[in-house]
């Protein structure tokens, strides 16, 4: 039996998790022949990390990368890499357990009164390992889950409003009402031995129709928790009662919290952090179920903003709605139509599934600290993994064109790919890692000396970025040897016989124009799909987080993660543990900080317009220079002198260097590339995801984290749900998705 030959086109976390999967027989080879096709030096697509060797081979990255707990299919397929590479065990990063270490200290900002109040969290940790776990939730599973939340903020709050001298006695009077409460009681009552006594007299009261029937919130959260908890356990949707109890009770609660918490809420921040939890949940709740998402699935509910879907369902808007949870999740998902921090927008169905995952689901800490950078961690192994079982890479391979054409029964398919070769090598292969510490790395440039010299001189003369779509490098090339760049073009039938498509849905008009013109729902996907562009900067500090004045520590003494903050820059991350696998000379600095956020982009020009990235680039330098300047007081008092202007030496840089010039000193970016920017999930985006096999041309498989996954969001977990898909799509591996029917319904 012949191979197949098929073409990875991006080296991101979706077409690498396709390679890995579609190598995991032992005879793969005997079926296809896979070559990747890479734009410049390194794998990675957003997930990019590179090594500074002219500083410390300090960290690179596009941004703050951070995995979370619920993550499971992308513990599944890393933990199988480190597996399978086996890497000798004095070696650093041998295992997984070595990459990632859980992390469970987050922190929000609250903006009350014109000032803002740090709102530190140390989440529970779950025992377990994360790649154990399941997405594949029940709807009553999810009740279940968010009631025990919502038990434990009800709980927080009838103790603190007690103190206040504020009711805590709850009546029930209408008799609809004592109905419910009777049939809450019988299913209750059968199920459980150890009732209560205080618990057994509330049920009885609910049957006999001449008591009065009074509970407490605490007593109502309890055993509704109880109720859920056996459907959870038994998956029943058919009964309406049990979902009218839900609704009963949580409306319940809901009157009680306006009416005994919310004059309290400005004073006690212990008050308003569980009100707006136990807000959020009940919201959500009742959302779920007045919705009938039971029935209909989340992604019935895609169709309004996540914010507006609170509202409707009685959030407050004041404290809940626009509450750090939920800045902290809009920050997270960049969710910003270009960049726009007032045009906030993610679907309500897919923002919905993935906090209750994100919050429900997780094992070890809600969120993993990868323990170097990304490349490092994630895309170093995966290469080897993938070079040692016969994958073949070609970098500096820049796809310029993808071309339809007809195969012999008539069918659309992709006739040709073509390539611009950015350079010559001296050898045929290039070999990408640098070794930091004994860590194989991506370098945060080119390594040149394996590029013939002429062009390596060129390139280094005019500073050119190969990785970029507004590159003068062609134009510089063709200036210099009087002709273009290299090209070969890759014949279906010749080359490949499959594609798959990994770059990212904001190419798709520049590379695929000729495909679009003949497939309207992939076109549909390429103009609904949002992207948003992004911003980032690292500094290397010579004071810790407590020097500089953050004194908010858990018992772990965990550094923090922490959003919601003023924007730009809204997202900080606490680094230092990074230190570590740098390699600084002398004395190196004490501390790293990374700051991220969308970035305010709405015009993308022609590709010949060469000094976009530049001009951007310098607008996050400036942002950055501000951000320090006149807005990091608030978390950090102590790198502010007694004029409250920012002090400058606590930035590591040589000595010599004074003020704002120790800032040239650090890392900024902007990501405005297409296949750099951040997917969205606009409201009402998600009809037009299509899965991997989803375009009509029968030999094209897209991936990315822009496809339609269980998750329909731009992170990870969907980039390797859709890598996991696409190679099933192709070899039938893997089994099992975990998840990936999230927004369809349950039944009932």
Known sequence: MSQEKIAILGGGVSAMTAAVYLTEQPDWQQKYDITVYQLGWRLGGKGASG???????????????????????????????????????????????????PHSFVVLQEYIDNEWETWPIDFPVINGNPAQGTLDLHFWQFIELAVAWLRKFIGTLESEISKHHKQTKLQTKKRRDRSLLQHLASQVSHAFDDIEEDVHDFFQSAHDELREIWSTPGLLSQQLLRLVTLRASDKDLSNSKDRLVVWYVVRKLKRWLNSEALELLDENPNIRRAYVC???????????LKDRVFENGFGSINDIDFKAWLAKNGANEQYTVESAPIRGFYDLVFGYVDGDFSKGDVEAGVATLAMLRLMLCYHGGVMWKMQAGMGDVIFA?????????????EFFNEVSALRPGLDEH??????????????????????PFVFVKGLPCWPSKPLLDQVVPEQAQLIRDHDINLESYWSDWPSVYQQEFGQPLPTKTLQRGV?????????SVAALEHLCPELLQLDDKLKEQATKVKTVATQAFQLWLNKTDEQLGFNYAPPSEERPILSAFSQPFDTWAAMSNLLRVEDWSGDGPDN?????????????????????????????KANAIEKLHSEMQPLWPNA????????????????GELNTARFNYQYWRVNVDPSERYVLSVTGSSRYRLPTDGSIFENLYLTGDWIKTGV???????????????SRAICGLPNEISGENGFEPDGA
């Open 495 to 503: 080359d490949f016989d499959k594609v798959i498509f990994g770059i």
């Open 51 to 101: 090594r500074n060797c002219d500083l410390g081979e300090r960290i690179e990255e596009h941004g703050l990368h951070v995995w979370f707990g619920a993550y499971v299919n992308s513990f599944r397929a890393i933990e199988n890499v480190y597996n399978k590479l086996n890497r000798p065990s004095d070696m650093p990063m041998s295992t997984w357990q070595d990459a990632f270490k």
């Open 592 to 620: 790293i900080a990374y700051f991220c956020s969308a970035f305010t982009c709405s015009d993308y020009p022609p590709r010949s317009e060469h000094n976009f990235v530049h001009e951007q680039s310098a607008k996050v």
């Open 278 to 288: 136990a807000d959020l949940g009940i919201a959500v709740v009742i959302g779920l």
């Open 381 to 393: 192994p995966i290469y080897e993994l993938l070079k040692s079982r016969g994958v073949k890479f």
């Open 712 to 726: 329909n969001a731009g992170c990870v977990e969907a980039a390797v749900m859709a890598g996991m898909q696409t």
């Open 640 to 655: 502010y002198n007694h004029n409250n202007q920012f002090d400058w030496s606590v930035l590591y840089a040589p000595a």
């Open 410 to 431: 008539g069918k659309d398919v992709v006739e040709q790919i073509h390539i611009t070769e950015q350079v010559t090598l001296v050898d045929q292969s290039y070999q």
